[in-house]
């Protein structure tokens, strides 16, 4: 009897361990809160609904954000006023909408999920979804400032929409990150192929997805590595629960964070998981050329926790952390540490309204 309590408590304690430090952060990297700001919802400029911020990139003291109506694709001006340590307001100056006149514009399906401003020549590179079921691939292009193209960049076959491989309606390009030296920049799906592995469920699978590496100046992809996501937490309540990559960000020559972002139905305030990882970039091994990866046995690239936003729900005052889909650098504090700022896209959802949420925090490294 004495040794079955021995194993019994054993084995609660290992239990017990493992469920207290899973989320324990682990990285060198370190994220500090500072403030949240909500823009109200409902908001017009120029006859359209501020909302569906799905990205976000700083240009010097001003933002450009991305709207992914696919309806109604456009990009909003704005400005972020930041008062050390909190936001103090958010202002929209300008909204966008692309000029629709060239070829790829005219048929290419723009449901928008990222935006990166390049000074040096005054333009804007968008990654879209397309529409997987509609038989439209997804896009990576450039624009002028004023929403007129400029050119695309080549993406391998297998995200083509007809591809074998099976890309995933909503979970093909969902992220970008400039590369730190600024000669390039990287772009992240957000489910893996059909082919490449599974959707991530509420137990362990084999769930990696691709993120490419392109330079400004070629059109087609010089690498690639594989990023394997995370398990779904919570068991959904309803019929829908999904992990994916909402995110990445390049925050030296080396490191990337990279967003997670899942969703469980039936959770209510507590439905969307988010996560922040950091990864090396130079230590991944090249996956370009593999065309599936759940036979070639790629490695994915080590990931370390930076932070889990669940332990910020009870401290913001709006007890939630929404549908967060863009990050990108903030003001460098007085103490001379640079900050991030995280937004949410509200998905214009008239059933169960969410938020326009912005986040801000201190960087630590």
């Known amino acids: 009897m004495k040794v079955y309590n021995l194993f019994l408590f054993i084995v609660l304690a290992a239990i017990y361990s ?169 772009a992240a799906t957000e489910l893996p192929l059909k082919k490449d592995g599974e959707e991530p469920k509420t137990t362990e699978t084999y769930s990696p997805v691709r993120i490419t590496y392109y330079n400004w100046e070629n059109e087609n992809p010089q690498r690639q590595f594989i990023y394997q996501l995370d398990k779904i937490d919570k068991r959904p309540k309803g019929d829908f629960a999904v992990n994916g990559v909402s995110e990445i960000f390049m925050i030296s020559a080396e490191k990337m964070l990279v967003l997670e972002r899942s969703y469980s139905s039936g959770w209510g305030k507590k439905a969307n998981g988010l996560k922040i990882y950091e990864i090396n970039v130079t230590n991944a091994e090249n996956s370009l050329e593999k065309e599936n990866l759940s036979e070639e046995k790629i490695k994915p690239i080590e990931k370390k926790l930076v932070f889990d936003l669940a332990s910020l729900r009870k401290k913001l005052p709006s007890k939630s952390i929404d549908n967060i889909e863009g990050i990108c650098f903030g003001p460098t504090l007085e103490n001379g540490h640079k900050t991030v700022l995280l937004i949410s896209d509200n998905n214009f959802n008239q059933l169960d309204p969410q938020v326009n949420q912005f986040l801000l925090f201190e960087i630590l490294e």
């Not at 929403?147 to 309606?169: D, K, L, M, T, W």
Request: some cysteine.
């Open 18 to 186: 493992c469920s207290s430090t899973k989320n324990k952060p682990t990285a060198d990297t370190k994220m500090v809160f500072l403030d949240e700001y909500i823009f109200p919802n409902k908001i017009m400029l120029n006859n359209t609904e501020i909302g569906g911020l799905s990205g976000i990139d700083s240009h010097e003291d001003k933002y450009v954000l991305v709207c992914d109506d696919s309806k109604n694709p456009r990009f909003y001006m704005a400005d972020v006023q930041i008062n050390d340590t909190a936001i103090d307001t958010v202002v929209f100056q300008k909204v966008v909408e692309f000029i629709l006149d060239d070829p790829f514009m005219e048929t290419t399906f723009l449901d928008l999920e990222a935006v990166l401003y390049r000074q040096s020549a005054n333009e804007l590179l968008f990654s879209s979804e397309g529409n997987i079921k509609d038989k439209r691939d997804p896009s990576l292009f450039k624009t002028t400032a004023d929403g007129s193209f400029v050119n695309s960049y080549a993406i391998p076959s297998y995200f083509y929409a007809e591809s074998e491989q099976g890309p995933r309606h909503n979970g093909t390009f969902e992220g970008l990150a400039r590369s730190f030296n600024n000669d390039g920049f990287w």
